[in-house]
């Protein structure tokens, strides 16, 4: 989806994800976020069994984000904008996290969250199931659990904001290497960490799309891990494309990948043979587009993602909404979203970034 201004795009995206969100509405069972807690997790004073749609907001609401890795700048934008987004209603909020994303690295900062007596935790998990328990044990002190970007497990958490329909994404991705590459020829995906909730689940449709007859002569060779470490990335997409000297394109689905590979790229003689595209921000990849490394590449509005899931651990917080499915969740300026199955909310469809667009957008 291409549109001609940022403006555009957000009303777009906005009815875009109603839509989605209407029709996962229609079917599914009913989350009880209660249900999956131990016994002591709902005193009855701060967690209300019964969703109260017209309660405020609280004022004073303690919020923390707590990011795959605090050095990653699609991070930093994503919880920047929560943050800023707590100021609206009057919370206060602030950003913690580790320095690496591996799988365990989230768990000690879970258990100084908990102590410290926050109302409620946002957490971009490196692991779905490695931050399940210190989770629980906040859920247990009446603390609401938030994953945004990267799933924890259905279970430790009341809610997922996903940044757009996870099918959608990992399709798209295809398609859209596809589209450059005539179809023909070996791909590569550079990705994150091996653990990333997110990252696989993208993976895993990224393969499924690659079995239908459309892509018969595309080969994927080998999936790469970068571990959203800068230098890492970089050192992969070079391993890459010395392994496989036919390569003929890279999928790299996140933001430290595609940058550290389209730098890779640019200074190497793979520059104008082999297309890498993924998931970028226009901030980053602006300089590759304009030397004409990357054609094209995809997101969605990391603000509005921070945003968001900043307004939602809020709702969660004061009694608006608990989490169930077919709860409507007012998200300030972003308009009301629909919680879906399994406690997704979803913010819109990934948007298409290029030479002629990416300079209308400043994230
Ligand atoms: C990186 C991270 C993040 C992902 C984005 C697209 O910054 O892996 O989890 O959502 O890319």
């Known amino acids: 989806m291409v549109t001609k201004a940022p403006r555009r795009m957000a009303s777009a995206v906005v009815a ?34 019964k969703a109260d ?12 984000f707590l990011p795959k890795q605090i050095n990653n700048p699609y991070e930093t934008i994503v919880d920047k904008a929560g943050i800023e987004a707590a ?26 969250l908990t102590q410290q007596g926050h109302d409620a935790i946002l957490i971009a998990a ?6 399940c328990g210190p989770l629980q044990q906040a859920r247990a002190k009446g603390i609401k659990i938030v994953a945004y970007d990267s799933d924890a497990s259905k279970d430790c958490r009341d809610l997922f904001i996903n940044q757009a329909n996870s099918e959608e994404i990992g399709r798209s991705q295809v398609k859209l290497l596809a589209d ?7 791909i590569a995906i550079l990705s994150a960490t091996a653990n990333a909730t997110n990252q696989n689940t993208w993976i895993e449709f990224m393969k499924d799309e ?4 459309e892509y018969k002569d595309m080969k994927l060779v080998k999936v790469a891990y970068g571990d959203d470490d800068d230098q890492k990335s970089f050192q992969e997409t070079q391993g890459l494309l010395q392994a496989y000297p036919d390569l003929k394109g890279i999928i790299s689905p996140t ?7 389209a730098r890779y790229i640019s200074g190497s003689k793979y520059k104008g043979k082999v297309v890498l595209t993924g998931l970028g921000t226009p901030n980053q990849m602006r300089q590759f587009v304009k030397d004409k490394t990357v054609q094209k590449f995809a997101l969605w509005n990391p603000k509005d993602l921070g945003y968001l899931a900043s307004y939602a651990a809020a709702a969660l917080a004061s009694g608006q909404i608990t989490g169930a499915e077919g709860e409507v969740l007012k ?3 972003l308009g009301e979203r629909t919680i879906g199955k399994d406690g997704e909310i979803i913010l819109g469809p990934p948007f298409t970034f290029d030479a002629a667009n990416i300079d209308q957008f400043d994230f």
């Open 210 to 213: 690659l079995t239908k007859p």
């Open 331 to 333: 998200a300030g300026k």
């Open 126 to 131: 490196n692991d779905a199931n490695a931050v």
């Open 53 to 64: 749609p017209n309660a405020p907001i609280k004022e004073g609401l303690k919020i923390a």
């Open 180 to 186: 450059m590459i005539d179809h023909k020829g070996e």
């Open 16 to 49: 875009a994800s109603l839509l989605v969100l209407g029709l996962a509405a229609c079917g599914g069972t009913t989350k009880d976020s209660a249900a999956s807690a131990p016994p002591a997790a709902a005193p009855a004073s701060s967690a209300p069994a």
């Open 87 to 112: 100021a609206e209603y009057k919370g206060e909020a602030k950003e913690v996290g580790p320095s690496d994303a591996s799988a365990s690295s989230q768990v000690s900062y879970i258990n100084t």
């Open 255 to 261: 933001t430290v990948g595609i940058s550290a590979g």
